[in-house]
Structures are given as structure tokens and as C-alpha cells.
């Protein structure tokens, strides 16, 4: 799968880091309009964008600093982000490009890509919990997939007959 970006890592949150592959990344900007004309572009948009992104993730953060970087990285990772032909742009063509991005629509694609999968929680036949598990307007309540903690999975599963499964001593 090739090389990963670990995000969030080192946080004081409790939560898993986001494991980002350029794949991924690449796969999210390509919901982004491309605002250059067509016979104008050398370079695929969400590769220029995820070149942007894993430079600034290692402190390259100008368009000269991002640009260098990336003349200075080998074949087999300009592929991994979506550079093909093995050149990479220089400051002028990022700057222009940056300047005619559209913020907004960039942090909503980015956004809607690597929203977390809410999954549907489900409770056990007879389930009397003390009320404690609340159902909004918009349905049963629903947790990021991969966020219910063990013991809190065991409460919710049902335990197969004979006390065997989730939650058996």
C-alpha cells in the first residue's frame, strides 16, 4: 500500500491517529474543480495538492520551500503522489494555482472524503439499559465505526445461549 501519514498522532486526545496514505489523499482532492484551463495543465491537480499537503507535513511550508521539496524527492514517491512523468512544478506554477483554489470548496471536499463512517449501534432484545440510551429525530444513535470501546460493545451485543460469546465470564 506504500507509505502512510500518521495524523493527529501525538495529540493528548485519547483517539487512534488517522492513518492517511497518499492513495487516499490523492483520491480526496480529486474531488476538487480544477480552476486551471485545460491546455494549460502539466501536472494532475490532486497531485500537486498532495505534494502541497506532505511537504507542509515536513515543514516545508513557502511554494519555494514546497517546490524544492519535492524536486528533491526520489522517482517511486513522486509516483506515490500522482507525478507520473517524474518532474514536479516549481514555485510559480504552485503560487498561481494556489491563488486561484477555492478555500471553501477544498475544506469541503477534504472534509466530506474523510468524514468518519457512522455505524448504527444495535441493542439487544429486552435491552432495559435504565434509559440511558437515547434515540434523536434523526434515528438511532450511531458511533464513528472503530470508536466503541470493548466494554462498552460487550454492554450492547447480546451473549449467545448458554452465556457464551461478547461479555461471557
Not at 17 to 38: G, H, K
Not at 115 to 125: D, E, G, R, S
Not at 129 to 155: D, I, M, N
Amino acid at each position: 500500500m506504500g507509505p502512510r501519514i500518521a495524523v493527529g498522532a501525538g495529540s493528548a486526545s485519547p483517539t487512534v491517529p488517522l492513518m492517511v496514505s497518499p492513495r487516499s489523499l490523492a483520491a480526496a482532492f480529486t474531488r476538487i474543480a480544477d480552476p486551471r484551463r485545460a491546455g494549460s495543465v502539466t501536472y494532475p491537480l490532486a497531485a500537486i495538492l498532495s505534494l502541497a499537503v506532505t511537504a507542509i507535513l515536513a515543514n516545508h511550508l513557502s511554494g519555494l520551500a514546497i517546490a524544492q521539496w519535492g524536486g528533491r524527492q526520489p522517482a517511486d514517491r513522486l509516483r506515490l503522489l500522482g507525478f507520473l512523468g517524474g518532474g514536479t512544478p516549481c514555485q510559480s506554477t504552485l503560487q498561481r494555482l494556489f491563488c486561484k483554489l477555492d478555500g471553501q470548496a477544498l475544506a469541503e471536499a477534504l472534509s466530506a472524503h474523510f468524514a468518519p463512517v457512522l455505524v448504527p449501534l444495535p441493542v439487544a432484545a429486552g435491552n432495559q439499559g435504565g434509559g440511558r440510551r437515547r434515540e434523536s429525530a434523526a434515528g438511532p444513535a450511531a458511533v464513528p465505526a472503530g470508536r466503541v470501546s470493548g466494554a462498552y460493545a460487550e454492554r450492547l451485543l447480546p451473549r449467545a445461549p448458554g452465556g457464551a460469546g461478547p461479555g461471557a465470564d
